[in-house]
């Protein structure tokens, strides 16, 4: 095997130099959101760049995320020494934070893969920045979201009676219970959700095996697949995230849906009510839409990948929310305005609670942050376009839908049909658990997420390789195409052909 | 304003709301006696049937029950006591329907009404709390209920089928 016989193609951090050639750049970037007149290495540079690093502030942030995330552990194992009487729960109100984060968190993860999804059903030339960003937050969101069904449990270390398993006394868990169609359905889409992300991810995946050393290449190798990039594998790869991305699609509202039954199936004032399957998507896409909007406006802050997240992004899903606020509030409006006009005594009760009663702060303070922030300000081209103020406008989404989830749980349940079971809730140590939970999610954000690919432009460009392989032509080794992938030390053969030169 | 007192136990309703949502079969009909029944060994503790339970009768384990001293020695030797973590709920004394069915059937008899008493009737000095089983329409229960314009059940509007009838305060209103 000869040594290297080709010069190496230096690679360039200047970026196209005569002002002429920049804005014609521009323009074409402005014509075609996701058109890159940079070379393709350049790029994918730009991008790995910004995955590399890892700044001492990064590092505190963490720590100190994770500190959270230990008081949140050791108030889980009291919990478990001692009995849920460490929570604010009582003899009426059986459910809380635990179901309220359970829900939050699913509603998070759903806007990902839907927003992901649907991007690519609708074949939108924009998605890209955002569909990465999307996946990621839903993948973390379910992680967190999938822990609180445990922490919820009285016996936790009972928890696999749950599931179908064979045993002596042919027990089984109940198909009647809107629990277990809860956890099938949650299933189902933590699964589908991570092979679809997984999916799009191989060929960027195959591009930082290409361009990373040590650990990170073990790593990067395993997960790539063996991916090459020929047009053969390009085709299989988009047709199954297709197929993936219908599938999905419906997988996801039906996920929110039974989420929703676990309230909606039972007979308690306040939560008997058909409308609750959509109100709860709209509900969980309306937060979840503003999650992505955060992550965007970090990474595009903080990661230095304002090249690839730009205002028209951040434009479309500030629309987006701001239809979701809509469908929202019409939800909502329907579901207040029947139960005020049908006038039910066990359902006047919560109204009156939440209107005039010790509840009306909540219900006030959501109403604001989910109707009059979003429909006040997004209809402004220059909000739409700020980062910032989009920052801000999605906080107080996400607050005013955590206290959504918490009026339906924490404060209906509070209103039995039996006044004499009336009560109150109040918190107590399942707040440092929820807070964890978000610290969990922050932190492993942080720490995981430059460790991931977090822009698709990464090399997840068809024919790439096969225009490499033009450069070294048939039956070249790799080592010798090398030159124009990077550096790559301490590489052998590894393909007797340049891929996409070989007839499959 | 008046004062009115109800005991409300677990009405143990025919069409019983918490028993669907449970996940692990812990708490189930049975259909012979007509009693919601709690298998306190299975439950993992999701609280979804005390939720869904409209007279909020249940009542949950936050934490381990403790007894101090020699209260021990009075704790039923018929009922386990259960742990931390475990839905409660008042089941009709079934270790008493169980027991008295169990000498019956031995002694090749059919149970006699009034031969089982759950431990509140029999505390009850007044005899406010009749049972029996209504079914039979000799019984004390069947007789006092039968045709008795004074007679309701709690929530009856929501179908639940509860087995407990409430009688209204006759000439003095109570
Ligand atoms: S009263 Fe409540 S606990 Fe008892 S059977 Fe009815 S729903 Fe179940």
Redesign the interface.
Known sequence: MSETSIEPRPWTSEPATTPDLEQQVEHARDAHLMLDPRPLEESNQQAIASMQRTSRLTWAVVVVLLGGVGMAAASWLIQIA????VTG?N??I??GIYIVNLVYFIGIGHAGTFISAAFRVLKFETRRPIARAAETVTLFALAAAALFPFI?????W??Y??IPYPNQRQ????P?????WD?TAILTYVIGSILFIYLSLIPDLAMLRERTTGWRRVLYRALALGWRGTDREWSIQESAANIFAYAIIPVMFSVHTIVSW?FA????PGWHSTIFGPFFIVGALFSGVAAVIMVMAVLQRFMKLAYFIRAEHFDAMAKFLLVMSFAWIYFYFAEVLTNWYGNLPPEMEILDLLMHGAAAPFWFLMLFCNIVVPVGLLWMRRVRRSPGVLFVIAIFVQIGMYLERYIIVGVM?GR???P??WSSYTPALELIIAVGAFAFVASFYLDLHPRLPHHPALGGRRGAVVQWAAQGGPGVHERQVRPALGPAPGRELRYGRIPGTRAF | MKARFLPVMCQQCGEAPCEPVCPVYATYHSTEENLNVMVYARCVGTRYCANNCPYRVRSFNFYEPEFEGALVEQLNPDVTVRSAGVMEKCTFCIQRIRRADQKATVEGRALEDGEVQPACAQACPPKAIVFGDASDPESQVAKLIEGNERRYQLLHNLGTKPAVYYLKGGASNV
């Open positions: 001692t009995g849920i009487g729960l003899n009426t059986f459910w919820h449990l009285g016996r936790m009972k928890a009676w749950m027990l089984w868990p109940n009647q219970s809107a629990l277990l956890a676990d199936m039972t007979i308690q349940l039995p049909e039996m004499f079971r």
